[in-house]
């Protein structure tokens, strides 16, 4: 789901990008690899909780990257509420 949102142009990565789009309110949900740092921690993760910006705890920083078309990333930011609900729905279902 978030390799079409990326093709969708619904999809903000790089914990840069998403600090701003999180100081924007335009996230829905950001997904966070399961492997970050404790800077993603401290940067995206408490933004995010200040923010009351849902969080999702995902795969490893490669097939996070891998998922969009790129290398390792550490957080992806969904600014589409649609695609948001999915992938929430698709994560609860899976357990993660």
Request: positive net charge; glycine residues 14%.
């Amino acid at each position: 789901m978030l390799g079409l949102g990326m093709r969708a142009g619904a999809l903000t990565v790089g914990t840069g990008g998403i600090r701003a789009a999180l100081r924007r309110d335009e996230l829905a949900l950001v997904v966070v690899a399961g492997d970050r740092s404790k800077r993603t921690d401290q940067r995206v993760v408490r933004l995010a909780h200040a923010r009351g910006t849902p969080l999702i705890f995902g795969p490893s920083a490669a097939e996070l990257g891998h998922s969009v078309g790129r290398s390792a990333l550490q957080a992806v930011g969904v600014r589409d509420t649609q695609l948001a609900a999915g992938i929430k729905t698709r994560s609860a279902e899976e357990g993660l």
